[in-house]
């Protein structure tokens, strides 16, 4: 079952790439332009009511842009220095120059993410997150990609149990376990689904080559499982 949901999504992602109906290159053309290389993750701002939500989004940034052909700064530096200098609280520098990040980390572009939500589900296995991602340059305060993500993913069991019983069974064991989730993993399914569309990087093969591929749109709605 897990399988199949994890198809379903790889399938629903697809589905949305090729219906929005645009390339990378028209939705994110200040990404070709700037062509970034060094990525600077600001820690979260968390304005959801999970407290844990911003520690476990910090950690988990930094493979999809990697994965992207980006060079992301080590976390556990970034955040040690952000701590020193007083910035650990992002919220204060997103709307402000951001041209000190650049000098103090030789940063191209700083990436904020605003967590709006993190609701476990009250019956079933599910978690409602919603997460916007703003990638802002540090030369020119220009936003280079924004996406706003609203990501249900399927925390389930995989338990089946057949008649009446075997449903209240399946869907205890399945809200015990959404209660009970690990943030890490959930947070690791969310940015690689709202990413999946971002522009190549320096260090990816098809870097300055994936211009006319479909993308996403600003505000999506995506399904994944744990």
């Known amino acids: 079952m897990k399988k199949l949901m994890t198809v379903f999504a790889a399938i629903l992602s697809l589905f949305l790439l090729a219906s929005c109906g645009t390339t990378k290159s028209v939705a994110f053309p200040k990404m070709y332009e700037s062509d970034p290389l060094v990525m600077l993750v600001m820690p979260p701002i968390n304005n959801s009511t999970a407290a844990d939500a911003k520690d476990y989004f910090y950690t988990t940034m930094s493979v999809p842009v990697a994965e992207a052909g980006y060079y992301v700064l080590p976390p556990a530096m970034t955040m040690a220095t952000l701590q020193r200098e007083s910035a650990y609280d992002a919220e204060r520098f997103i709307e402000g120059d951001l041209k000190k990040f650049g000098d103090l980390f030789g ?11 993190w609701d476990k589900a009250l019956i079933g296995a599910k978690v409602y997150i919603e997460v916007e991602y703003i990638f802002k340059s540090t030369k020119t305060n220009e936003i280079l990609f924004d996406r706003d993500a609203l990501i249900t993913c399927d925390t389930s069991t995989g338990i089946s149990g057949g008649g009446l019983l075997g449903a209240v069974i399946v869907a205890a064991a399945d809200s015990i376990k959404t209660a009970a989730t690990d943030y890490v993993p959930i947070a690791v399914k969310c940015n690689e689904a ?4 971002l522009p190549a990087g320096k260090y990816h093969p ?21």
């Open 194 to 197: 709202a990413l999946s569309d």
């Open 107 to 117: 940063a191209d572009v700083a990436i904020f993410t605003i967590i709006k939500k």
């Open 206 to 226: 098809k870097h300055g080559a994936d211009g006319a591929e479909g993308a996403m749109a600003t505000k999506v709605t995506l399904r994944t499982s744990k």
